[in-house]
């Protein structure tokens, strides 16, 4: 059963860091692009990062960029996401997943393979 499994997430303070990763099994990472996306209370999903697969282009939407960086390690069928600054506005469940978009870095639609999601609270 292919699945996607995130983890990492926790209580961290205002200006701190934490590191998501997100292990596959079931299925080669490597052959798709991941995103990694996150929703918070009453609002909609949405996408941060994303890094294709070969040859690993990456794009970062503007709230999380110079914070956030995206990663992958093919060898160990896994993705990640490393978050600095971190402020209250960046607390929700964050979620990777995994698609073949037609083009990069694709639509929220185009990513069919989803994690459970791991919680992130950013608070004092």
């Known amino acids: 059963q292919p699945q996607l499994v995130e983890s990492g997430g926790g209580l961290v303070q205002p200006g701190g860091s934490l590191r998501l990763s997100c292990v596959a099994s079931g299925f080669t990472l490597e052959w798709y692009t991941v995103g990694w996306f996150r929703q918070a209370p009453g609002k909609e999903r949405e996408g941060l990062a994303f890094i294709s697969s070969t040859p690993g282009m990456i794009s970062y939407v503007n709230s999380v960029k110079g914070r956030f960086s995206i990663s992958r390690d093919n060898a160990k069928n896994s993705a990640f996401l490393q978050m600095n600054s971190l402020n209250p506005d960046d607390t929700a469940i964050y979620y990777c997943?995994?698609?073949?978009?037609?083009?990069?870095?694709?639509?929220?639609?185009?990513?069919?393979?989803w994690g459970q999601g791991t919680q992130v609270t950013v608070s004092a």
């Open positions: 997943a995994a698609g073949q978009p037609d083009q990069f870095p694709g639509r929220t639609s185009e990513y069919y393979r």
